[in-house]
């Protein structure tokens, strides 16, 4: 089985082309506003709902919340955990390759010298490897992968505004900048369709018993 990556677009569709727009977006705002600008705009917003809102939203995107979603995976079909996983794999060694490249200071440390800048209230804070931000790489990886797999295409938009509430969230608690972020969208995103694009060309990927999960070893 030979896979274009027009194909995997085509059933992207509905996340990828509001992507597009929205990513067209954050690259017009950094080039009109600097980076202080961003993010001191930004913090000026909070409450109280939202700090927990976003404190939870950022958890999704851990790794350990991907590992669940791959494990879940497997009870239903061990192809689909497969490429969940490995897509989580490949993104992640990207990310984590800029990251030591890089090595850009988090804001906890860009603005030291700052007293008027809100912290929420038991967010420990990372002070290095802010660029890309590896929560916002895994929240884009797992949503293209669950947008790759849904039937229902409409879901695609759907994953797509929950992996923007997780970025959003790596901001509100002042982990990382706004393009920290918009970074670990590209990763997670571009790298996954190529990552998508070649694995899941494989025809040992399509056999029946890749097709099968725990619960349902018996089923072709």
């Known amino acids: 089985m030979k896979m274009r990556i027009t194909e995997v677009l085509y ?8 992507y597009l727009i ?6 017009l705002i950094k080039l009109l506003y600097s980076r202080e600008d961003i993010y001191f705009t930004l913090n000026k917003y909070h409450n109280d709902f939202a700090d927990y809102f976003f404190i939870g939203a950022t958890a999704v995107g851990d790794g350990l919340f991907m590992l669940l979603v791959a494990i879940i995976l497997v009870l239903y079909s061990y192809r689909k955990a497969f490429l969940m996983a490995t897509s989580f794999l490949a993104t992640t060694i990207v990310a984590q390759t800029i990251k030591r490249i890089v090595r850009a200071p988090r804001p906890s440390l860009y603005f030291t010298n700052h007293t008027n800048i809100y912290y929420v209230k038991g967010v420990k804070l990372l002070t290095s490897n802010s660029f890309p931000s590896g929560h916002t790489v895994q929240a884009f990886t797992m949503a293209v992968v669950l947008a790759y797999f849904a039937r229902q295409k409409s879901w695609g938009f759907i994953y797509l505004i929950l992996a923007l509430c ?6 509100y608690l002042s982990e990382h900048f706004f393009e920290d972020v918009m970074a670990g969208s590209i990763i997670g995103t571009f790298t996954t369709i190529i990552w998508l694009t070649i694995i899941d060309s494989k025809p040992f990927i399509h056999t029946p018993k890749w097709s099968r999960g725990l619960l349902n070893k018996k089923n072709g």
């Not at 929205?22 to 690259?27: E, G």
């Not at 997780?166 to 901001?171: D, L, N």
């Open 166 to 171: 997780i970025g959003y969230s790596r901001m």
């Open 22 to 27: 929205i990513l067209s977006s954050c690259l």
């Open 11 to 18: 059933r992207l569709r509905l996340f990828f082309i509001p």
